[in-house]
């Protein structure tokens, strides 16, 4: 006899940051819940992803939850910015600080989510053939959890090793004394190169697209700064959440175009952000990212620099991007062009000529081959929907969500979906998400679905769910604001080009701070753009 499905207040799909957070409001709510993760731990992008060099890109004192004045005064960082193994640390301090372990089931992987109208229940199927029945479905499945690894052909025929970095072995990879190829050249390949380069006989690099990279200027955290900021924590907080995407606290951007800076002035001001390193380097001037003449500045500046640390010109010229600065995430890097300098280092340029073909013995690039001992794919993530587009979700009429975001994915606030009541997306499409420190836009989206199903509780309220006009004006907002900007001109993952077959979208939102007023306001009113049913 089939074993009756459990049935909890909350499903929360994922056990990274977004997961854990929302697992401790909802239990300090007294909800009912049952968390899912497919990784055997906590951690989600941080347990993922263990490629050499992986670090983050936001400094530690700021990629922190801030929900807890204890545990952000306890916690001691030690580098600026911190490397996964610490931040992977941190992540299973929280959940046994808050005893979060035990509301998740790990390596367990939700396959479905099937709405029932009758019931207002939505049923929730993994593949170890666990069911259960819940009122809510909290997907903290995040953005960059789906390992995008290009169909290259003969890529079964290869005798070596081949990794993702974003599903890298947890024993650790010993590349001393290999031949070992890397394919792209985004955040994650510019971390790991230097990295590697150190440690194997051969480091072949193939570069399809250039990428601009920042030094990020890491090193042991000053413990005076992190005494300083502890001695204020929620108005260094609050002054970072203030902060176009919450990055920085104390970079300063001035109301004026780059173009209309004297070019000593603006000279002088990039050069001192470059020094400082980080995301600051591209906050200085409010229209880097509307004007293409004034990103040209930031641009050339950087191509200079690119001149300056590597050697060999044309080596140079081919790491030199011509996009637009900053229309792709900004990569931070510790010595990513100066590795080209090594004798051990070789860029191939594979932008005319992709990878034809893996062979048993390595790679073969316009009728050229290379051999190699190992190849790592550093070629991103289905990003955005991918993870959320793998789990067979149905909403009302039995209407799947893959099949309503064929043509790209619609979101009210990147929180809910027409025709998909009681469910929830943290950092969902439509969304700041990945333009900002995802710490505070996840602790932002945490903070809205406890409330807002606490708002529901107290009220009687059976369901919540987009409506179809709040959706539709949301998306067209959404593609206006990003259609004002220069994200769109280059072929980046926020569009979904580095997917086949994926449509051309943009899919976050540009707009934080704001974006929190937007949300704090249709809450104010009563869920504004929302249907609540009794
Ligand atoms: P994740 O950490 O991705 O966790 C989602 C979890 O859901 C995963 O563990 C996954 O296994 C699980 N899951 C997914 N689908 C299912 C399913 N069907 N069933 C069960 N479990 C499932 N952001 C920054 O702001 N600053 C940075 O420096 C930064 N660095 C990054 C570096 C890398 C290499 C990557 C890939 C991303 C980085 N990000 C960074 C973005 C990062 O993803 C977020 O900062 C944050 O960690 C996301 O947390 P999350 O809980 O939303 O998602
Ligand atoms: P990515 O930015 O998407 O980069 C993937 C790279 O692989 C690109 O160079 C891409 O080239 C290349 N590529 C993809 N498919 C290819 C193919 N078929 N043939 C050849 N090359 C191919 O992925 P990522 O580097 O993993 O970074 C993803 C995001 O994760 C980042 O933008 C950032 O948000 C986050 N991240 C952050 C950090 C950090 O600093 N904390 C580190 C890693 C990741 P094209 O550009 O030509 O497509």
């Known amino acids: 006899m089939a074993q009756p499905a459990q049935r909890v207040d909350a499903v929360i799909v994922g056990a990274g940051f977004a997961g854990l957070y929302m697992a401790h ?42 929900f807890s004045e204890e545990l952000q005064q306890e916690w001691e960082w030690t580098e600026r910015y911190a490397g996964q193994p610490e931040i992977l640390r941190y992540a299973t301090h929280v959940a046994d600080r808050f005893d979060l372990h035990r509301h998740f089931e790990f390596d367990t992987r939700v396959t479905e989510a099937v709405f029932d109208e009758d019931e ?97 200027r890491n090193g042991p955290l000053d413990p005076d700064v992190q005494r300083a900021i502890k001695a204020e924590y929620p108005e260094f907080r609050a002054r970072n959440s203030l902060m176009p995407g919450a990055l920085g606290v104390q970079a300063t951007m001035r109301e004026m175009a780059a173009v209309d800076d004297d070019p000593d002035a603006r000279r002088r001001d990039y050069e001192e952000r470059w020094g400082i390193g980080g995301f600051a380097f591209l906050m200085g001037y409010e229209d880097l990212l509307i004007n293409p003449e004034s990103n040209d500045t930031a641009a050339d500046f950087v191509r200079e620099k690119i001149a300056e640390a590597v050697r060999n010109p044309d080596v140079a010229a081919l790491l030199s991007p011509h996009n637009v600065i900053g229309c792709k995430r900004p990569c931070l890097d510790t010595g990513y062009y100066e590795t080209f300098n090594r004798d051990n280092v070789t860029l191939v340029d594979i932008s005319n000529a992709p990878v034809e073909e893996i062979t048993p013995t390595g790679l073969l690039v316009d009728g050229v081959g290379y051999d190699l001992d190992c190849i790592v ?95 539709d004006e949301w998306v067209a907002h959404v593609n206006d604001v990003a259609g004002e900007t220069l994200y769109p001109t280059c072929n980046s993952w926020y569009l979904g080009v580095n997917v086949p077959g994926k449509p051309r979208v943009f899919m976050p939102y540009i707009g934080y701070p704001p974006y929190v007023e937007k949300c704090d306001e249709v809450a104010a009113k009563g869920y504004e753009g929302f249907a609540l049913r009794a």
């Open 25 to 66: 409001r909802l239990d300090g709510l007294g909800f009912s819940l049952q968390g899912f993760e497919a990784g055997s731990a906590v951690g989600g992008t941080w347990y993922w992803n263990r490629y050499p060099g992986a670090r983050c890109d936001v400094e530690s004192m700021e990629y922190s939850y801030q």
């Open 120 to 216: 207002d229940v939505w049923t929730i199927r993994t593949d170890t053939g666990r069911t259960v029945a819940a009122r809510f479905c909290i997907m903290a499945t995040g953005c960059l959890s789906s390992a995008n690894t290009p169909a290259f052909p003969g890529m079964e025929t290869f005798a070596g090793e081949v990794y993702h970095t974003g599903r890298w072995p947890h024993e650790g990879v010993d590349f001393s004394g290999k031949r070992v190829g890397i394919i792209g050249t985004g955040s994650s390949a510019i971390q790991a190169i230097p990295v590697i380069a150190r440690e194997a006989a051969h480091l072949t690099v193939f570069q399809r697209t250039p990428n601009y990279s920042i030094p990020a």
């Open 377 to 471: 794919c550093a070629t991103g993530f289905d990003a955005m929907t991918g993870t959320l587009q793998r789990i067979d979700i149905r909403g009302r009429g039995g209407r799947s969500l893959k099949e309503k975001w064929a043509a790209g994915p619609r979101t009210y606030l990147g929180l809910g979906v027409a025709g998909f009541p009681n469910l929830f997306t943290i950092s969902g499409p439509g969304s700041p998400s990945v333009l900002t420190n995802m710490m505070v836009s996840i602790e932002q989206h945490v903070n809205w679905i406890a409330d807002c199903v606490g708002h529901l509780r107290s009220e009687g309220i059976a369901t919540i769910e987009a409506t179809e006009p709040a959706e």
